[in-house]
T-cell receptor
Framework: QKEVEQNSGPLSVPEGAIASLNCTYS??????FFWYRQYSGKSPELIMF????GDKEDGRFTAQLNKASQYVSLLIRDSQPSDSATYLC????????????FGIGTKLQVIP | DAGVIQSPRHEVTEMGQEVTLRCKPI?????LFWYRQTMMRGLELLIY????????DSGMPEDRFSAKMPNASFSTLKIQPSEPRDSAVYFC?????????FGPGTRLTVT
């Protein structure tokens, strides 16, 4: 079992729709969760982080965390073609200093 | 402010040659990470340093890979000898807390 699992996609959504990206993790003691966006040929950039169960909203982005189910998701409202990228889920290990493990990433395609 | 700086941006070398990748972290950050990214395996942590000290090198593939951080503003990742399977994009990232900031990466091609 991989430590951080994501569906590699591609996930295709029409412009203006809600894109839902999902991630599960195996370390029950994990405390911190991150979403990075990576455009093709570019480096990952942090867009959201969440530490507590529930929802965290930032503009069009909402991160959702359910520690009991070991599940974290990212919702993108009013999806735009510029949101087309690969979204990487990252999880900080319990007791692992600043080390995080990344999922394989989900490729999102927003169709105009 | 300057972000994480990596050099070279592209490197093409022949099998058996030594390759050295360089990284300058963001000033004030106390942790530095080296990652390798491939289509098949995604983003893999190779090694990370905290306050210039290697904390976890369990991701380093084998003895052909070595990394150093002689001071807070510079780190190198060396591959000797290089092999075609080392072809990948190598990222350096730095952080002060848990949020990591990535450099532009070095695309390595070993023929």
């Amino acid at each position: 079992q991989k430590e951080v699992e994501q569906n590699s996609g591609p996930l295709s959504v029409p412009e203006g729709a809600i894109a839902s990206l999902n991630c599960t993790y195996s370390d029950r003691g994990s405390q911190s969760f991150f979403w990075y966006r990576q455009y093709s040929g570019k480096s990952p950039e942090l867009i959201m982080f969440i530490y507590s169960n529930g929802d965290k909203e930032d503009g069009r982005f909402t991160a959702q965390l359910n520690k009991a189910s070991q599940y974290v998701s990212l919702l993108i409202r009013d999806s735009q073609p510029s949101d087309s990228a690969t979204y990487l889920c990252a999880v900080n290990h319990s007791g692992g200093y600043q080390k995080v493990t990344f999922g394989i990433g989900t490729k999102l395609q927003v169709i105009p | 402010d300057a972000g994480v700086i990596q050099s070279p941006r592209h490197e093409v070398t022949e099998m058996g040659q030594e390759v050295t990748l360089r990284c300058k972290p963001i000033s004030g950050h106390n942790s530095l990470f080296w990652y390798r990214q491939t289509m098949m395996r995604g983003l893999e942590l190779l090694i990370y340093f905290n306050n210039n000290v290697p904390i976890d090198d369990s991701g380093m593939p084998e003895d052909r890979f070595s990394a150093k951080m002689p001071n807070a503003s510079f780190s190198t990742l060396k591959i000797q000898p290089s092999e075609p399977r080392d072809s990948a994009v190598y990222f350096c990232a730095s952080s002060l807390g848990l949020e990591q900031y990535f450099g532009p990466g070095t695309r390595l091609t070993v023929t």
